[in-house]
């Protein structure tokens, strides 16, 4: 297993545009993604996820910050990081938005597992997470859009 990389791509009847706003803004984000999140779409912006544990009730925090907002064809971010300052290596999510007939491809990347510098064992095992967590929400994404561009 190379654990290099993650794609995953979808088709959406929605238009670049709406995308481009429900992958880069966390009013839309977290809809479909974590259960909050905070940050400005602007390339150097800092940000958090959070996600809560339906049983428990705790919250984990997640280091973000915006990489690249190009609207409505590319955002992408790091997150992850090695340290908590928001140094250090980091994975890099990318949702590239293509347009396709009358909606867009998304597709989405995610790299940078191998230089974290994790053991063989946390590697494949965060890699396989990642890969468990994307084929969930990237589904629930395209879900999130066919409602919003459903509603009146």
Known sequence: M????????????ASPE??????SQPEHMRE??????RF??????????VW???DTGETKTVAFAVVEADPPKRFSFRWCFTEPDRSGQALL??????????GTLIRMTETGFRELG???AVLEEQYRDHENGW??????????????????
Do not use: C, K
Not at 2 to 13: K, L, M, P, W, Y
Not at 32 to 37: E, F, G, H, T, Y
């Open 18 to 23: 709406v995308v481009f706003e429900v992958v």
């Open 2 to 13: 190379e654990q290099g990389t993650i794609e995953r791509d979808i088709h959406v009847n």
């Open 135 to 152: 084929d969930h929400y990237m589904p629930r994404l395209g879900g999130y859009v066919a409602r919003l561009v459903a509603t009146p």
């Open 40 to 49: 400005e779409s602007i390339a150097g912006a800092p940000g958090e996820l």
């Open 32 to 37: 479909w993604w974590p259960d909050d999140a």
């Open 52 to 54: 809560r544990d339906g």
């Open 118 to 120: 994790w053991e063989v």
């Open 93 to 102: 999510v990318t949702f590239d938005l293509v347009p396709s007939g009358v």
